[in-house]
């Protein structure tokens, strides 16, 4: 297929910022850059079709580095809690919920840092608006939850014996679980799901990500159900988007044993579909203060805790390197850091292996200078600035300069990606782009007026967000539009090089591309 986009505003790449006025596409990838004079010359003797962009900004498709989309497609159909005020607030959307589904009920999205109440829902509130069904409601962070006292009896919850499961001075389940409690939780919920269902999931949050402008992803903590489903879309050639998936290494490594038994490495996979490497999730999440923090949290007398043994992530690391598959390793707390970068420092020659760091949510200058050294590299989640507005009173003043340290990531050179985790954060690109250029400013986020100095610029933030995430998947055909690379690319309502920062969040997606195909067009 032979194509020539014409009268545009092209941005090829943004490192360095390049642009032209039009490009011809051949079977999927960048074949020619150019003025339409010269393109339209070539089209013609391509006999190549004719796309009149009239003036329009095409900018390479973003690149979602670290998201989950099984879990996003079941978000897509739950109950929406997001910027919930109350728990009174709460429980009126699920008395409304409630009333249109059938089954088990599951929501999302609430932070008990904004409810007026100023404490943790209980299964009590959900009882009194559901007690004869299951029902689960996530935190922001995807690290905790509250249940009714229906699903803590179906799920056996009820009788763990474990932190992870709150209980009162009495001795009572509180409804809250978190971490290890949490994922069993919602691996039970899941069980209710059916195949057909499932698949229905995946297609649409393929959809999704296409309507906002990602045409490839980092699906990370992927299991052995969402591995088939994807494999059988990808055969089937329904899956329209690049996927590259890093798997849970199975309770006792056998997923990871397979793998290398199979001698599966790094960018095995169909069309559209390649098996990245491991996912390990090394600590939780600063909301539910479960990150592992070198010292104390400031409104707590906690420091959180690892999830993992440093002799077991050196275990799966080093098994992992060996195999040829890529290592990513979620880390929140600055006290996780250090275990991690002592793991990549033990294995040896990390940066050739591609092998990364999640969130690197709290972290110290000495340790930047480390995974510089090291040559990791990260993948980053800029909204978390927005949603954790609360971080400065969880950590202190004192940390402040440690928390989300984006410029001094890239000052230091040490290659970055973005991303969503979504659903953890809104999918949206331009929502994640305003949060890197503007870190909470005009919203009055504390962290914001502490570390003005850690903005990424647009420039640096778009980069990261296509090319950067691309060198973090480890996809060198992907992330820009130069010739040779592949044709993904977005058609936009505005050059965000002209709008004002406040309205980059107001950008639209009107078309995405998939390898010079369109795949979405907006009504």
């Not at 060198?476 to 050059?495: H, N, T, W, Y």
Request: glycine fraction near 8%.
């Amino acid at each position: 297929m032979k194509r020539a986009f014409i009268n545009g505003n092209v941005y090829v790449s943004f490192r360095p910022v390049r642009r032209v006025e039009a490009f011809l596409t051949v079977d999927g990838k960048i074949a020619m850059l150019g003025s339409t004079e010269e393109i339209l010359k070539a089209a013609e003797v391509l006999n190549a079709e004719i796309t009149d962009l009239r003036g329009g900004t095409v900018l390479p498709a973003f690149i979602d580095s670290h998201m989950h989309l099984d879990e996003l497609g079941e978000y897509l159909g739950m109950l929406d809690l997001r910027g919930v005020r109350s728990i009174e607030e709460l429980k009126e959307r699920l008395r409304r919920f409630a009333e249109k589904k059938d089954g088990w009920l599951r929501g999302h999205g609430w932070d008990q840092e904004l409810f007026e109440e100023k404490r943790w829902p209980t299964r009590h509130d959900l009882d009194e608006v559901v007690s004869d069904r299951p029902v689960m409601l996530s935190r922001v962070c995807l690290h905790a939850a509250v249940l009714n006292t229906k699903a803590l009896e179906e799920t056996g919850l009820i009788d763990w014996d474990s932190e992870d499961v709150l209980r009162d001075e009495n001795g009572e389940p509180t409804g809250i679980v978190k971490e290890e409690a949490f994922s069993f939780a919602v691996g039970k919920f899941r069980e209710m799901i059916t195949d057909e269902e499932y698949r229905a999931y995946m297609l649409k949050a393929s959809e999704y990500a296409l309507s906002r402008g990602i045409t490839a992803v980092g699906f990370v903590s992927v299991g052995e159900r969402a591995l088939k489903v994807l494999s059988a879309l990808d055969a089937e050639g329904l899956l329209n988007l690049r996927v590259k998936v890093y798997l849970n290494p199975g309770e006792n490594l056998e997923v990871l044993e397979s793998l290398k038994r199979l001698g599966v490495k790094r960018g095995f996979g169909g069309k559209r579909l390649k098996i990245g490497g491991i996912k390990v999730l090394a600590d939780g999440s600063l909301g539910a203060r479960t990150a592992w923090l070198s010292g104390p949290y400031s409104d707590a007398e906690t420091s959180g805790h690892p999830n993992v043994t440093k002799e077991w992530l050196e275990l799966v690391a080093g098994k992992t390197h060996k195999a040829g598959l890529q290592m990513a390793v979620h880390a929140i707390g600055d006290a996780t850091m250090d275990m991690v970068l002592d793991v990549y420092e033990s294995i040896g020659n990390a940066e050739r292996a591609g092998h990364r760091i999640e969130h690197a949510s709290i972290t110290r200058p000495d340790q930047i200078e480390r995974i510089k050294k090291l040559g990791i590299r990260l993948a980053l989640q800029p909204h978390f600035v927005m949603t954790d507005w609360w971080v400065v009173e969880r950590v202190g003043e004192e940390r402040a300069g440690w928390i989300y340290p984006f410029r001094s990531i890239a000052r230091a050179g040490i290659p970055f990606g973005l991303s969503t985790d979504s659903p953890v954060e809104p999918l949206d690109p331009w929502e994640t782009v305003y949060a890197a250029v503007t870190r909470g400013k005009y919203e009055g986020v504390p962290l914001a007026a502490l570390t003005e100095d850690e903005t990424l610029t647009l420039e640096e933030t778009l980069h990261a967000y296509t090319a950067g995430s691309a060198e973090v998947l480890m996809e060198d055909d992907l992330g820009s539009l130069e010739e040779g690379k592949l044709a993904d690319f977005i058609l936009v309502s505005d050059d965000p090089f002209e709008v004002d920062e406040k309205k980059l969040r107001e950008i639209k997606v009107l078309e995405t591309y998939l390898g010079g195909k369109r795949v979405f067009k907006a009504l």
